[in-house]
């Protein structure tokens, strides 16, 4: 069967753009088609995510399929600003793609390139097998083997285990806290420029960093406002952040944001915000994190980025880390552009540019 003919006979199958006042149908095929999903029939958490976005000025970036006046199918965007090496493109990042079996195949498809000519530029995460596939088909590229995982343990594992497995435990536990407590000093010692340290579970809008120019002009990442920061991590429903920041003559050199999970008690970084090279100052925040979190009874710090300077400060505190089963993907219409996204090394990616909420 050629697409032409697919398009007459799916032809009743339209695109509609939705609106705020679409909401309560949205949430009503949700709950019908996708109740296992529970980001999905959170009406909240929806609004929260795409009505309150900074850029959405309750104009959601959001599309469905109606069939016969019902919706069968729905994606919706995530607008940004990427900055690649140092020119600022319009971005998305799609999430919610979710259709029924019928609108599967070239509806979907449909669908799809609809979200894509939003924006020049996409970049996805958390991608399922059938939307790799889309995706790829699409012309995305993909990361996946760079994108890591991070863990540190916060306490001693004390579940069974043979003599030898215990002390090579109790071995790791001292060579990490020697580590670290070396780390600390030496940042004590060769703190020459003045930095403090504060934290606060609210966000200081004076702990934000204002990116130069020649910071941005060789990285990969997602330019993020204060307005930006207060709606992704302090307004969101499902997140309990805390904020560490590095501070030099009261200007911000460095955020460092971190979700804590009561429950699982683990506290995740979500994002790490730098103005040029803030290695050792960074380095510093983390310490300060994991000790605050250890003295609450906190049992591990985790994350996933696709971050080399990131990685760099875990690697040097001990953390371990692993490839991760989350997928990371892009985007881009021109081909030079396209090009230039497709160097790991540059990307600053982390879990909070998800949609992980």
Request: aromatic content about 10%.
């Amino acid at each position: 069967m050629t697409e032409a003919t697919m398009a007459r006979e799916t032809s009743a199958v339209e695109i509609k753009a939705i609106t705020e006042n679409d909401a309560i149908a949205l949430h009503q095929f949700y709950v019908a088609e996708f109740a296992h999903i529970p980001k999905l029939t959170n009406q909240a958490l929806w609004e929260w995510e795409f009505l309150r976005h900074p850029e959405s000025q309750g104009k959601p970036l959001f599309f469905a399929l109606q069939q016969d006046q019902r919706i069968c199918g729905a994606i919706g965007g995530l607008p940004a600003t990427l900055s690649v090496q140092g020119e600022h493109h319009p971005a998305c990042h799609p999430v919610d793609f979710f259709v029924t079996e019928q609108c599967k195949g070239l509806p979907a498809l449909r669908l799809f390139r609809k979200m894509l000519a939003e924006r020049p530029v996409h970049y996805a995460s958390y991608v399922s097998d059938d939307a790799e596939k889309l995706f790829t088909a699409a012309g995305f590229l993909q990361l996946n083997s760079h994108i890591q995982n991070y863990y540190y343990g916060l306490k001693p594992d004390t579940s069974p285990a043979p003599v030898k497995a215990r002390l090579r435990r109790l071995a790791i536990a001292c060579i990490r806290s020697l580590l670290l407590n070396w780390t600390h000093l030496k940042g004590l010692l060769t703190n020459r420029g003045g930095y403090t340290y504060p934290s606060s579970d609210q966000l200081n809008p004076d702990w934000v960093p204002d990116l130069p120019s020649q910071d941005t002009a060789s990285r990969i990442k997602i330019l993020k406002s204060t307005e930006y920061l207060r709606w992704r991590y302090q307004d969101s429903p499902n997140l309990s952040c805390r904020y560490f920041a590095a501070l030099r003559d009261h200007q911000p050199h460095c955020l460092l944001v971190i979700h804590a999970d009561n429950v699982n008690k683990t506290a995740a970084i979500m994002d790490v915000i730098m103005a040029g090279e803030c290695q050792p100052q960074l380095i510093q925040l983390l310490i300060r994190a994991i000790r605050h979190y250890r003295k609450l009874g906190y049992t591990a710090m985790t994350t996933t980025a696709l971050n080399q300077p990131l990685a760099q400060a875990l690697r040097v505190l001990g953390f371990s880390s692993s490839p991760s089963t989350h997928r990371f993907m892009f985007y881009a219409r021109n081909k030079p552009l396209k090009e230039a996204m497709n160097n790991p090394q540059l990307w600053e990616f982390n879990l909070g540019d998800t949609d992980v909420i």
